[in-house]
């Protein structure tokens, strides 16, 4: 035997088993789907009329495919979630912890200052809608900004209603 009549056996092997294969993947195809689309009693009876339901079933897709699902309501954003006081006491604990006694002393009058902000004696007891802006407070510091250049002193501002000078 030559070796193009064995390369020639083996071609026509191969393709009559990816036929026999093609065959039963249309078979089982088939069934899955009468068995998804019909009723208990009523699944395909014979092998051919599976093969008939899913070509019809191929047919049905490639004319109108499906348009991918969209939901009809925009996602709500996600909101961090707030720091906790145990979150905002270790958070200012590292910040107080330097080696410099005199950096040490200034940033622990800034926790002091802060805590009497928000009327507390120890910043761990800050409102929860408050402990993000504390937070952003110390990072201000950090940053070389003054953490209460947006609050106004209004003690300094000369009142437009001054009846001493009347």
């Given at each position: 035997m030559s070796i193009e009549k064995l390369i020639a056996d083996q071609t026509a092997a191969i393709v009559a088993q990816t036929a026999a294969i093609n065959r039963n993947s249309d078979l089982l195809e088939g069934l899955t789907a009468s068995a998804k689309g019909a009723s208990a009693g009523s699944a395909a009876k014979t092998s051919d009329e599976a093969i008939e339901k899913v070509a019809a079933a191929k047919a049905?897709?490639?004319?109108?495919?499906?348009?991918?699902?969209?939901?009809?309501?925009?996602?709500?954003?996600?909101?961090?979630k707030a720091m906790t006081a145990a979150e905002l006491a270790t958070f200012a604990?590292?910040?107080?912890?330097?080696?410099?006694?005199?950096?040490?002393?200034?940033?622990?009058?800034?926790i002091k200052d802060l805590a009497a902000h928000y009327g507390v004696t120890k910043?761990?007891?800050?409102?929860?809608?408050?402990?993000?802006?504390?937070?952003?407070?110390i990072e201000a510091y950090l940053n070389g900004d003054d953490p209460f250049a947006d609050l106004a002193d209004e003690s300094s501002k000369p009142s437009r209603r001054d009846d001493d000078d009347i």
């Open positions: 049905a897709t490639t004319e109108e495919p499906k348009k991918p699902a969209t939901r009809s309501r925009a996602k709500a954003p996600v909101k961090p604990k590292g910040f107080i912890d330097v080696d410099s006694d005199d950096e040490y002393n200034a940033r622990k009058a800034l910043l761990s007891e800050v409102e929860e809608e408050q402990r993000d802006d504390a937070k952003e407070r």
